[in-house]
């Protein structure tokens, strides 16, 4: 394990960007608009601002615990097992693992909801769960490169597709629905930013793929511009919905931006939001697939298993899963719960583990 | 099955079952020569008009030794040897054995093949383009490899020589330039070709399939052609062509998904029309993809995502047909298939009437009988159409062969289905290689220096370096002038 991971598996890394930006651009771009502006109103631009701020941050963080480790070995599973010992750390690994597993169902049993509701209310879920978990097991046994091929693919696609539809949308953006500017206390900004940061998580992934990356020196910097980019479209698409919708229709919508979209008419085509929905299931195959390499390559560290056995066993258990969580509401409770764990694994864990490896930088120089 | 013969005695009864094998001890030579050979193999003026004539002219002159027969034989390349695969080679290739006397096992090899039932030049016929040269192989191997010499004027282009199929021992060039091509391509290319155990290669188009990194893709992984400046445009960029004796397509290597839309008309277009076109053909081929699919999509889920004007249209062309859409779809689909395949086993004279028969009058007698809409038959055609646009036909035949399962992707599950469709060629695609080398490159992994003649054609002031996946042992091609600095408007 000393020498380095061949090249075969590793990417460039400039693709360190398309599976970073992948990951944090979840179907929640499509509908978080309500919960961030239900306490800051007008004002939800500036709690969007504290959390991009934040994420430079930790992304910055994880690059100076990423650093300090051995190049082979710059994962989260080594560096618990250096840091916390052996039970504990196996037992982190284990549960940082779940969280992995758990991200990528909730983005997978999401969107198969939202298709659910937006566009076929009385389809089964089975025959196109299926044949989703198929495709997903076809993607995640491709490697690592496929995994990060795909990335680009959903990132290109997301590139080509929104910046048109932006551009439509300008006419019937009210500028003024803006204003008034800062009228919200402290408080209030604190609490959207939270919502903000529920929804903005995905930086993490970098603590899995670390060591498939080539030159990693170089690699930081597109980890900050995917974190820029990433919140700029969030940005955007906070905006977007604040200047198109009202605040008080704002807090009746679901999903405003497929609803803002849905309003364009092209001469050939119109209604395109469910365009965008379909289109969204490349994106989140990339992002479960990420999600799921990287669990199916720690579960290897970690048990010296077999990685397709993994994958297997990960996918039975996606099955398990959708057999128990069946409604709308159950579905808000698991999202919940993961975009909670999400929020202490990116604000309190990377801290503590940046402060650790800080202090024995400092020990062992001295 | 070993149908190689042990030794001489062994050969010529084998080949003696066969009724053109011919073997004459000649009278007049002193002492008495026995010659063999196949008559079908070898041409017959040759064999009279200097063979015969030139033993006969030097009747005189004692034989001491076979090696004498070289003096005075006026053919080059006579091999004398007593190995028994070389004359059993040989003897299959056009050779006629020259023996001292029948126990004797050591052989002369007077090459006097014939290229009779060869054709001697070849239009482009499969890869047409209307500028640029219209020289193609042959079946020929020698013709090929002297029509890529006459325009490739260097000895670093290399072809190492290697034998392939148990019963027709074909001989397979391996063409390179060397201190260009990566080597590890080349030796790639060798080992996975040495190690095709086959019996006949028909074809190159064959060894293509033996050697490709995976056989279960309906993707073509290497690009077979005809036409002379696409096998050399291959060779100069640090790719490594394959020909096979007796076949008339090069195969050339390794291949990424956007060498598929490139013709060489790009090159003898201005840029912005080569780049326009190309272009043009990829935008064919996505079109041929999903167009039938999205209509399927579209009439049986989605009509509101038609605006009202062209809804009525689609509404009022559709009304009278009793199938649901997929169906309509697929036996329309099928019969273009039909047209097609038929079209390109008949003679070309009714083939044009099976056209007019198919195409115009079926469609039309199809709209009118209310089995299909005349919508749906202008998107058919429009796909088949635009399927063709590839210059590369194993391509074309992919996309025709992936709108089917598409198809029924859209009719499950609408446009969702589609985009699953969708999702499993990106995987499909990502996850193919080519000699190793991955298939979408150079969008992923991305390769923003490869750019430049990949779906678009730039100036040939850009194109100057080889591209960096190919891992060429030097990157330069050629060196363009540099531009001066332009100045401004009336302005010296």
């Keep these: ?366 | 099955m070993s149908v190689d013969a042990k030794n001489l005695e062994q050969l010529l009864s084998m080949s003696q079952q066969s009724g053109d094998f011919a073997t004459n001890t000649l009278s007049f030579t002193q002492p008495p020569l026995k010659i063999s050979y196949y008559k079908t193999l070898i041409d017959g003026k040759l064999l009279q008009q200097h063979f015969m004539s030139a033993l006969q002219n030097h009747n005189e002159i004692e034989l001491q030794r076979l090696e004498d027969i070289r003096a005075f034989l006026p053919i080059d390349g006579i091999e004398i040897t007593d190995k028994i695969d070389v004359i059993q080679s040989k003897l299959l290739k056009g050779h006629a054995i020259v023996q001292w006397n029948e126990l004797d096992p050591t052989c002369a090899l007077v090459p006097l093949a014939s290229k009779d039932g060869i054709r001697k030049t070849n239009e482009t016929e499969n890869e047409f383009s209307i500028l640029g040269p219209k020289v193609g192989f042959v079946e020929d191997l020698d013709t090929n490899l002297h029509l890529l010499r006459s325009q490739m004027n260097v000895p670093n282009l290399i072809a190492k020589e290697l034998m392939i199929g148990s019963i027709s021992k074909s001989k397979v060039m391996i063409l390179y330039l060397d201190g260009v091509t990566n080597n590890e391509n080349i030796a790639k290319v060798e080992k996975r070709l040495s190690a095709i155990d086959m019996d006949v290669i028909f074809d190159t188009l064959l060894l293509d399939q033996l050697i490709a990194d995976n056989s279960l893709s309906p993707f073509p992984l290497f690009i077979a052609t005809e036409r002379r400046d696409r096998v050399i445009y291959s060779l100069l960029l640090g790719q490594v062509a394959i020909i096979s004796e007796g076949s008339p397509y090069f195969v050339t290597g390794p291949s990424t998904l956007f060498d598929f839309f490139v013709s060489p008309e790009d090159y003898y277009l201005p840029w912005v029309l080569g780049s326009f076109f190309r272009a043009i053909r990829i935008f064919g081929v996505i079109f041929s993809l999903f167009a039938s699919a999205m209509y399927v999509a579209i009439t049986t889920y989605h009509y509101e995502v038609i605006p009202r004007d062209l809804l009525v249209r689609l509404i009022y062309s559709r009304q009278n047909v009793p199938f649901p859409p997929v169906l309509e779809v697929m036996v329309l689909e099928t019969t273009v298939e039909f047209l097609r395949e038929a079209g390109a086993r008949l003679p070309s004279r009714i083939g044009q009437t099976l056209g007019v028969v198919g195409g115009i009058i079926l469609g039309t007698a199809a709209v009118e009988a209310a089995l299909t809409s005349n919508i749906l038959i202008i998107i058919v055609s429009l796909s088949a159409l635009a399927s063709f646009v590839t210059p590369i036909y194993k391509m074309s035949s992919t996309i025709r062969f992936l709108r089917f399962p598409i198809i029924l992707l859209a009719d499950f599950w609408g446009s969702v289905g589609i985009f699953f469709g969708v999702g499993f060629l990106l995987v499909h695609i990502t996850r193919l290689r080519s000699l190793g080398y991955p298939y979408t490159v150079p969008m992923y992994p991305l390769r923003l220096k490869d750019f430049s003649d990949s779906f678009v054609r730039s100036s040939l002031q850009i194109t100057n370096m080889r591209p960096s996946y190919l891992k060429p042992v030097s990157n330069i091609r050629y060196r363009p002038k540099k531009v001066n600095k332009k100045s401004d408007f009336n302005e010296e």
């Design chain 1, 1 to 366: 394990m000393s020498n380095a991971i061949s090249e075969k598996f590793t990417v460039s890394p400039i693709h360190l960007f398309f599976i970073m930006y992948v990951s944090i651009v979840d179907i929640s771009i499509l509908s978080f608009q309500r919960e961030v502006a239900m306490d800051a109103g007008q004002d939800a631009w500036v709690s969007i601002l504290l959390v991009w701020l934040s994420s430079h941050i930790l992304v910055w963080m994880m690059f100076k615990i990423l650093s300090n480790q051995n190049p082979v070995n710059a994962d989260f599973v080594s560096i618990n097992y250096a840091y916390f010992g052996k039970f504990l750390g196996a037992c982190m690994n284990q549960a940082i693992i779940l969280y992995f597993v758990l991200t990528a169902f909730v983005m997978y049993r999401i969107y198969l909801e939202a298709i659910l509701v937006l566009i076929f209310p009385t389809m089964s879920l089975w025959p196109i769960s299926l044949v989703f978990i198929v495709l997903i097991y076809y993607a995640v046994s491709g490697g690592f490169q496929t995994v990060a091929g795909l990335c680009f693919w959903a990132f290109f696609i997301i590139v080509i597709l929104f910046p048109p539809l932006l551009v439509l949308l300008i006419p019937f953006l009210h500028p003024q629905n803006l204003l008034p500017f800062f009228d919200h206390s402290p408080m209030q900004i604190l609490k959207s930013s939270h919502q903000m940061a529920l929804n903005f998580y995905g930086a993490e992934v970098l603590l899995g793929i670390y060591p498939y990356i080539q030159t990693q020196a170089k690699s930081q910097k597109w980890a900050h511009i995917a974190i820029g980019s990433a919140a700029l479209m969030f940005l955007v698409a906070m905006v977007v919905a604040l200047l198109y919708f009202g605040q008080d229709q704002l807090h009746h919508l679901v999903w405003p931006t497929l609803k803002a979209i849905g309003m364009l008419e092209l001469p050939l085509f119109q209604r395109l939001e469910y365009l965008v929905l379909s289109v969204w299931l490349l994106k989140t195959l990339a992002s479960v697939g990420v999600g799921l390499w990287i669990s199916c390559h720690s579960l290897k560290k970690l048990w010296r298993t077999k990685p397709s056995n993994n994958l297997v066993v990960i996918l039975l258990l996606f099955i398990i899963l959708q057999l128990f969580i069946k409604d709308p509401e159950q579905i808000i409770t698991a999202k919940m719960l993961h975009t909670n764990i999400g929020v202490y694994f990116a604000y309190i864990y990377i801290p503590i583990v940046f402060i650790i490896t800080m202090v024995r930088k400092k020990f062992s120089k001295g």
